[in-house]
């Protein structure tokens, strides 16, 4: 199901799923921050982390294959923006040659800050993942609005994520209907390319034709370009308290990286 | 008839900027707890007109369309559209919301309602739609003939004097179909339906208006027009099974 796929929420009951939806957010974004900060290569730290991270997914009861399997989708991305990392940097050559004439040599430092790139963006979306493992996105838009986050961008983000399904459906009945007259069998690259161009291009109608008639409707329902929410949060001691522990966590695994020894 | 009709359309005509003309000189006037269909082939017009009734598209001149007796301007365009529900055809148009409550609650909250008001017209009209219970589901996870359902609560819960449909059957299976007719005989607003399917027209609305290339071409009792076949072909329409027999 392409929608189980989209929809990230794994529904279970858990002590992380409870929690206050601003307190996972804020959680999230310090996490994100601290392993930001940490310095390269930093090897304890990131491991501390991950320790933190582990008791995240432990408490949110999720599958251990589920969380690598879903944060292994973001590596390829990451890897592919640092790859050129170990080949730029000065410093101690691990490794020469030369790719089509040109000379090309592996640094230490090069590769030190190539792997601390793709291990923090990792630790980073292992945290978000068991965000929104846990919870429901109206919980997660509820709390950017509480948060104060621009409510334009929030009905951005809202409307994106909304519409991602139905685009996602659009494009598969496009996919069937390609296949079911190209018999399954796809002519040279070039054919493909043009094909696929279309495609791209009559999904880019549709959703912008379709973008008119949701703001029709959002007009009709007396929309004036002012957005608004009816959000209940209720934030508790229990909560400040959890705050504090995790910051309490995260401060001293920054603070002792970032000191010279 | 002493009172002004919710509707009256006069003279309208809309040009759209390629220069097709999608309306051509339409009068037409609704009274209080009509149920009107809106029938005509594909490109008639159809829906052109059902988007001047809340002033999504506006006239050239204010008068042209009145809703409740007002025309319908910059500064009566709020109040009609409180008054005038306006339901789309596919409804993941409609419902653009992350769950059901804040779609249905969208329409009440942007009325201004305090926060008890619009919990009670949420449920009130989820309720009216048979849709209890789903308030949290994400809009995505339900079938068409759900999202069809919560589509008219989004525009039942701003309590309209008039419901406009575009399109409510278009396809649904017939159990569905049929779930959808007995809940629109049930609602006591004055009906505007635009469709092809002309067994909801003959189960649902006794008046029947013709629309082929923008001009109104017939207008009148549904047991009259839809028995007569030679008019029915001539705009691409279908008698109903139960005109025939009856």
């Known amino acids: ?261 | 008839m002493a009172q002004a009709p919710i509707i009256a359309i006069h003279d309208l005509t809309h040009v759209y900027p390629d220069g097709r003309r999608a309306l051509q000189g339409v009068h037409l006037t609704v009274g209080d707890s009509e149920r009107v269909a809106l029938v005509g082939p594909n490109g008639a017009g159809k829906s052109t007109l059902l988007l001047h009734l809340n002033g999504t598209l506006r006239a050239s001149r204010a008068e042209q369309v009145c809703v409740g007796g007002a025309p319908l301007n910059d500064r009566t365009v709020k109040s009609a559209r409180a008054r005038v529900g306006l339901v789309f055809q596919d409804p993941d148009d409609q419902l653009f919301s992350p769950t059901v409550f804040e779609d249905v609650a969208f329409g009440p909250l942007h009325l201004g309602y305090d926060a008890a008001i619009i919990r009670e017209r949420v449920a009130w009209a989820l309720a009216a739609v048979g849709m209890g219970g789903y308030e949290e589901r994400p809009p995505y996870r339900l079938s068409l003939g759900e999202k069809k359902r919560v589509a008219i609560a989004t525009v039942l819960a701003m309590q309209p004097d008039v419901l406009v449909l575009d399109e409510p059957s278009a396809g649904l299976d017939p159990r569905a179909r049929r779930n959808l007719i007995d809940l629109l005989a049930t609602l006591p607003q004055t009906l505007l339906v635009a469709t092809h399917d002309m067994r909801l027209v003959w189960a649902l609305c006794p008046r029947t208006v013709i629309l082929d290339q923008g001009r109104i071409v017939a207008d009148g009792p549904t047991a009259t027009l839809l028995r007569d076949q030679a008019l029915m072909e001539q705009h691409g329409l279908e008698m109903p099974p139960e005109a025939l027999s009856a």
């Open chain 1, 1 to 261: 199901m392409q929608q189980m796929l989209l929809d990230p929420y794994y529904p279970t009951a858990s002590a992380v799923h409870e929690l206050e939806p601003r307190l996972k957010l804020v959680c999230v974004l310090a996490y994100i921050v601290a392993a930001t900060a940490l310095p390269t290569a930093y090897w304890p730290g990131y491991i501390a982390l991950a320790a933190l991270a582990a008791v995240a997914i432990v408490g949110a009861r999720m599958p251990l294959g589920l969380v690598l399997g879903r944060t292994a989708i973001a590596l390829p991305f990451v890897g592919v923006v640092a790859l050129s990392v170990p080949f730029t940097r000065g410093g101690a050559v691990l490794w020469s040659g030369s790719l089509l004439g040109l000379p090309l040599a592996i640094t230490a430092e090069g590769q030190g800050l190539f792997l601390s790139i793709l291990a923090k963006s990792w630790l980073s979306v292992l945290l978000v993942g068991v965000l929104v493992a846990t919870t429901p996105m109206s919980r997660v838009l509820g709390a950017l609005r509480a948060l104060r986050v621009p409510a334009v961008l929030v009905t951005t983000i809202a409307l994106m994520y909304r519409y991602l399904f139905v685009l996602v459906a659009e494009a598969g009945r496009l996919h069937v209907a390609r296949e079911s007259r190209s018999v399954g069998k796809g002519g040279s690259v070039g054919w493909r390319a043009r094909v696929l161009g279309g495609m791209v291009g009559s999904l880019f109608i549709r959703s912008y034709e379709r973008s008119e008639r949701v703001y029709a409707a959002m007009l009709s329902r007396g929309f004036d370009g002012e957005v608004q929410s009816l959000d209940e949060q209720h934030w508790t001691a229990r909560d400040t308290l959890l705050l504090a522990a995790w910051f309490a966590l995260l401060l001293p695994i920054v603070l002792v990286g970032r000191i010279p020894v």
